[in-house]
């Protein structure tokens, strides 16, 4: 069983930063593409960012310039790096992961984490 944990949510003030953290835990072999989220009240979810597992990153255009992606894949984990935050990047940040399970996962399974909430105050 894999799991995905998301961290590092909160309030904070426009023009304020914060580091959001998504691990990966359990029996895996690896992980190809890692994905951050996130979902605004009424509004459709929305992909923010993405990074492959050779490090080539892509990004919403209402982000570029403000958020970076990153990540260890020694340690299972995703990083989104939000500076210059402003009050529409209020929402919850999920995250997900396509996990090769082992060498007979060909296809690989996408798990996803249950999000932390993120608000910036104007």
């Known amino acids: 069983q894999v799991q995905l944990v998301e961290s590092g949510g909160g309030l904070v003030q426009a023009g304020g930063s914060l580091r959001l953290s998504c691990a990966a835990s359990g029996t895996l072999l690896s992980i190809d593409v890692m994905n951050w989220y996130r979902q605004a009240p009424g509004k459709q979810r929305e992909l923010v960012a993405t990074?492959?597992?050779?490090?080539?990153?892509t990004y919403a255009d209402s982000v570029k310039g403000r958020f970076t992606i990153s990540r260890d894949n020694a340690k299972n984990t995703a990083y989104l790096q939000m500076n210059s935050l402003k009050p529409e990047d209020t929402a919850v940040y999920f995250c997900?992961?396509?996990?090769?399970?082992?060498?007979?996962?060909?296809?690989?399974?996408?798990?996803g984490g249950q999000g932390t909430q993120v608000t910036v105050s104007s």
């Open positions: 997900n992961a396509h996990v090769y399970l082992n060498v007979f996962d060909l296809r690989g399974h996408y798990y």
């Open positions: 990074i492959t597992s050779g490090g080539a990153t």
